[in-house]
């Protein structure tokens, strides 16, 4: 991908806090990597600025640096909004994790996933879409026309699926590699890409809610597997979203993520999601296009995410959900599971939990009885800890497909 640098001024890298979570694993994420050695590192002088170990969750303690004032986030045309750090990751018989400019932005938490393997390429993380100069989108239909190619098959209704294969280039681009990545993970990873998660919660709404459409489309279309091609989408943002492989998220953007992730924009009278494209706004505006700073000066205002995305997409807009995701055992069953709870639901997670304590015993063993009882509050509380979800000891939406996710993982690997 062509990427340009910003050279607009680095001004005041100093007036605000922001927190470091670095997760480690095995491969996977189905095991963490307890003891590896994480170190941060200042990219101008090459010093150490803290060396810790992971504990038994693969979690290395929160650290907390320095970043920029928060106001240099909040309006177009500032100083460079967050500081950026290197990491590396080092756990014996692995190969060293090399991960350059980790950006930090103040109020809030970077959270760095590290995969560790015999082999793993060095990831060196640009700047989001917002600060660095990127190739703007190709304007596309924001409704595709049907039927489709004759060899595909047109879903009755959009599906969330369980994973992306990502085409780190531009579509016709035969060296650029294929990543196949979970749905989740996708949106996370371009929402941090696209947006600051320092904005309001419903700015980060609508824009999540627009990359999720987005995405959809592209699946429910079958866009490019039927232009002959073998992924889901690119990495171009002439053509796509950003994404970077293997880069931080933050952890307001993924709260957001995984209450609304199987949501999405359409119209009364299709059924496919709409191609909801977006722009910064300053840059490049376009009618009937998100304007992203425009979603956050909307957010300032009060408008809730739906508003928002009306005032840019048409009023006849409406969010759907999706009734099905790929690859999940068990649909959520529509209310929180809580002490007291009863029935195959709860039995199911019992279950899910002890298969996920094999690879992380500190996760408590719970009897698979259908019964809701303090020890499952218990396992609950400490899964949410272990993957960064609010600390309940409830089962919500978000903790329930978190669960399944890691469920899943972790069966792959046994």
């Given amino acids: 991908m062509n990427i340009q640098v910003n050279t607009a001024p680095v001004e005041n890298t100093q007036g605000g806090i922001g927190q470091l979570q670095v997760n480690t694993f095995l491969n996977d994420i189905g095991k963490p990597a307890e003891g590896a ?4 590192i200042d990219p101008d002088s090459g010093k150490v600025l803290e060396e810790i170990r992971t504990n038994a969750l693969g979690k290395a303690p929160e650290l907390t640096f320095e970043t920029p004032p928060l106001e240099y986030s909040m309006q177009s045309g500032l100083p460079r909004p967050f500081n950026q ?90 060296s650029a590699a294929n990543v196949t990545v979970g ?10 890409s696209e947006i600051y998660t320092t904005w309001p919660k419903e700015s980060l709404k609508a824009n999540i809610l627009a990359i999720i459409s987005f995405t959809l489309n592209r699946v429910y279309t079958e866009w490019y597997r039927g232009k002959g091609y073998d992924f889901t989408v690119t990495n171009s943002t002439a053509y796509d979203q950003s994404f970077n492989y293997g880069r931080t998220i933050f952890k307001e953007i993924s709260d957001v993520v995984d209450e609304i992730f199987t949501t999405y924009i359409t119209k009364p009278d299709i059924v496919q999601p709409l ?40 009023y006849e807009i409406i969010l759907q959900e999706a009734k099905k995701v790929e690859g999940i055992p068990l649909s959520f069953p529509g209310v929180a599971l809580e002490v007291g709870s009863t029935g195959s639901a709860v039995q199911t997670i019992q279950h899910q939990l002890n298969t996920i304590s094999k690879n992380y015993p500190l996760i408590p063993k719970v009897a698979e009885d259908g019964a809701y009882g303090e020890s499952t509050a218990k396992a609950v509380s400490v899964f949410q800890q272990t993957f960064d979800l609010p600390v309940t000891g409830r089962v919500n939406f978000p903790t329930w497909y978190r669960i399944s996710d890691i469920y899943v993982a972790v069966s792959k690997l046994s």
């Fill in 37 to 40: 050695t994480v170190r941060v």
């Fill in 85 to 174: 750090y290197n990491l590396t990751i080092t756990f014996p018989d692995y190969q060293e994790a090399v991960i350059e400019n980790v950006q930090m932005y103040p109020q809030s938490t970077a959270v760095q996933n590290v995969s560790l393997k015999p082999q793993i390429p060095e990831i060196v993380i640009p700047y989001p879409t917002l600060w660095g100069i990127f190739p703007p989108k190709i304007p596309e239909d924001a409704i595709k026309e049907l039927p489709f190619p004759s060899n595909l098959v047109v879903l009755p209704e959009p599906v969330v699926p369980g994973l992306v294969v990502v085409h780190l280039g531009r579509p016709d681009d035969a």
């Fill in 183 to 192: 749905f989740t993970d996708y949106v996370k990873n371009v929402a941090s």
């Fill in 275 to 314: 191609f909801t494209q977006y722009c910064d706004g300053v840059r490049v505006k376009r009618d009937g296009w998100l304007s992203q700073w425009g979603s956050k000066d909307l957010a300032d205002q009060g408008y809730p995410a739906l508003q928002i995305l009306k005032s840019f997409y048409g």
